[in-house]
């Protein structure tokens, strides 16, 4: 029989439902990630949905587009979304496609033996892995606070095997001249992951608050924004915090830094008219490093 060696594949396999919802951790939108991965208090392009289902109300009717090449470009992130606002409510959709090619899989020269420096594994083939996510989105609000609500269908292909799920997010945003504030429940109703295997999983809630002050500087210009989301994971021990910051000269030129699980990041921006371009550089100490780039349009 050949043993078959898939790597890269998410640990949720392994670990159980603790990483179920592992797949929805690569987070989406340049701005947010330059920023240390804070968007549960920004609600400028249609990422939010992502973030916060209730920051699509505060959102320009827009769509968002992003690339991003995770570690060193060995796992893919692409992502794509709309907002429409309409009166007091607003819809949106969303679609994350996070998929790796090229994973080897051996077989030994010699099945009946174990590996050795007589036998060497050697690769037969090669697989991928591919997670769709999409996402429809409506919020509804005033005209400082709004709530709102993902409703999610997620499946899985990891060559070896497939699953399939779905789940809820419920969020809160609330705004004033200078302050944004959010808070979101993601996958609050325990969203299930059922695999081709019969395996069942549910996927933990997580609870995360953001909260976003702007700070003017009228004399030159610009303005700053500053960022902490505190994130966490029900049943599991401890919290994230994550730090952005953002510099906005004319509302055209951004500079970006930030802290996301411990590790920094950074980005630059531009927009112009209708049209943004920003990108994201993330740093990681062990799965090396990786890069966002996104696109929107506003209409």
Same mark, same amino acid.
């Given at each position: 029989?050949?043993?078959?060696?898939?790597? &890269? @594949?998410?640990?949720?396999? *392994? #670990?159980?439902?603790?990483?179920?919802?592992?797949?929805?951790?690569?987070?989406?939108?340049?701005? #947010?990630?330059?920023?240390?991965?804070?968007?549960?208090?920004?609600?400028?392009?249609?990422?939010?949905?992502?973030?916060?289902?209730?920051?699509?109300?505060?959102?320009?009717?827009?769509?968002?587009?992003?690339? #991003?090449?995770?570690?060193?470009?060995?796992?893919?992130?692409?992502?794509?979304?709309? /907002?429409?606002?309409?009166?007091?409510?607003?819809?949106?959709?969303? !679609?994350?496609? /996070?998929?790796?090619?090229?994973? +080897?899989?051996?077989?030994?020269?010699?099945?009946?033996?174990?590996?050795?420096?007589?036998? @060497?594994?050697?690769?037969?083939?090669? /697989?991928?892995?591919?997670?769709?996510?999409?996402?429809?989105?409506? =919020?509804?609000?005033?005209?400082?606070?709004?709530?709102?609500?993902?409703?999610?269908?997620?499946?899985?292909?990891? =060559?070896?095997?497939?699953?399939?799920?779905?789940?809820?997010?419920?969020?809160?945003? %609330?705004?004033?001249? %200078?302050? +944004?504030?959010?808070?979101?429940?993601?996958?609050?109703? *325990?969203?299930?992951? /059922?695999?081709?295997?019969?395996?069942?999983?549910?996927?933990?809630?997580?609870?995360?608050?953001? &909260?976003?002050?702007?700070?003017?500087?009228?004399? $030159?210009? =610009?303005?700053?924004?500053?960022?902490?989301? @505190?994130? +966490?994971? !029900?049943? !599991? #021990?401890?919290?994230? $915090?994550? &730090?952005? *910051?953002?510099?906005?000269? +004319?509302?055209?030129?951004?500079?970006?830094?930030? $802290?996301?699980?411990?590790?920094?990041?950074?980005?630059?921006?531009?927009?112009?008219?209708?049209?943004?371009?920003?990108?994201?550089?993330?740093?990681?100490?062990?799965?090396?490093?990786?890069?966002? !780039?996104?696109?929107?349009?506003?209409?």
């Amino acid at each position: 029989m050949h043993r078959i060696m898939i790597f &890269l @594949i998410v640990p949720a396999l *392994l #670990a159980g439902t603790k990483y179920a919802g592992e797949f929805q951790e690569l987070q989406v939108g340049a701005r #947010a990630s330059a920023m240390g991965g804070t968007g549960i208090a920004q609600f400028g392009d249609p990422t939010v949905l992502y973030f916060n289902p209730a920051g699509t109300f505060f959102t320009p009717r827009s769509a968002h587009l992003m690339h #991003a090449e995770n570690f060193a470009g060995i796992v893919k992130n692409e992502f794509g979304a709309v /907002v429409f606002p309409h009166g007091s409510m607003s819809l949106g959709l969303g !679609i994350q496609y /996070v998929h790796t090619d090229g994973i +080897k899989l051996t077989t030994l020269p010699d099945t009946t033996s174990s590996p050795g420096s007589n036998n @060497i594994p050697i690769a037969y083939d090669t /697989v991928g892995t591919a997670d769709y996510l999409f996402y429809i989105n409506c =919020s509804k609000g005033g005209e400082h606070l709004a709530f709102g609500a993902n409703v999610k269908v997620f499946y899985r292909d990891l =060559s070896a095997i497939t699953g399939y799920g779905g789940g809820l997010d419920l969020g809160v945003a %609330y705004r004033v001249d %200078y302050l +944004k504030a959010g808070v979101t429940v993601r996958d609050f109703i *325990l969203s299930p992951l /059922v695999w081709s295997s019969g395996l069942k999983e549910t996927i933990l809630p997580k609870i995360a608050l953001g &909260l976003a002050p702007t700070i003017p500087l009228r004399a $030159v210009n =610009s303005t700053i924004t500053i960022e902490t989301d @505190i994130v +966490k994971v !029900i049943d !599991i #021990a401890g919290f994230d $915090v994550n &730090l952005g *910051l953002e510099y906005g000269y +004319k509302e055209l030129l951004f500079g970006r830094m930030g $802290v996301y699980q411990g590790n920094f990041t950074m980005g630059v921006g531009l927009q112009y008219k209708k049209f943004s371009l920003d990108y994201a550089f993330m740093t990681h100490p062990d799965l090396e490093n990786t890069n966002k !780039i996104s696109a929107g349009l506003r209409f």
